[in-house]
């Protein structure tokens, strides 16, 4: 059965705060569990690369909190690993190397990626050629580092390279690792039409971590602000046995001023539904 103990909370929505008051926030309302979203002014890349992995790695020692993932942002920032331009791509490769020391760094086993996108005016394939090439470098130095890629799909306006169940089929038949495993997160899911038994009838163990975020179907909003159904999604995780973390990813800017009430709110929503499932 699922438990409250799998559930994590991710500071996207608090990036006009310190990471303290996040983390502090986050104790407060019950969370043990936290995913961090690598972007200023919580993480720096371009910050002394050791001497920000002691500080963050104390942030969370003092309260008691686990790293269950690190997610470096690479939605707004101009990191792209499938990008045309050549420069680009590097940089963003390099990034993402780096990124995965700092998993290590910071004593946390996963690293969420995700497959960038191509040019929506150029042929798709090769981007996707440019992903995977790019995904295989990435790879090889997760399995070097011993850390797990969770591999996220994404909304159509994010990327046009892995957005639905068949291209993440496609995507991860490139590769065979046991360090390459899913996310799947329930808002471009519910956007393409599909459930999470559909994901977990496909890939079964393969998948290592969940986004649960509501929405109508998009929006990444907090529980009960959506039109998803979260006990159908607990009822499904628990019927295959679903034993990793599930994270509340949510960043809609609405609760940009109060940002710890949607936690709150998240929190209750996700208990209640647990003592009726």
Known sequence: MLSLKQFSAMNILHSRFSLEYFLDGMKAIGFENIELWGAVPHYNFMAPQLEQQAHIKKLFRDRGLKMICFTPEQCVYPFNIAAKEEGIRKMSIDYFLRCIEDTVGFDCEKIMLTPGWGNFDEPTEEAWERSVDSMGILLSKAEKEGVCIVYEILQPQESNLVTDLTTLKKMMRSFDS????????????????????????????????????????????????????????????????????MTFETCDGKYGLHPNDAFEQNYAAVKKVLTEI
């Open 178 to 245: 046991q360090s390459m495993t899913c996310c799947i997160d329930t808002v471009p899911m519910c956007c393409a039409g599909e459930t999470l038994e559909d994901y977990f009838e496909e890939f079964g163990d393969k998948i290592q971590h969940i986004h649960l975020n509501d929405g109508s179907p998009s929006g990444h909003t907090a529980w009960g602000n959506g039109t998803q159904n979260l006990k159908v999604h607990l009822e499904t995780l628990n019927k295959y046995h679903y034993h990793g973390y």
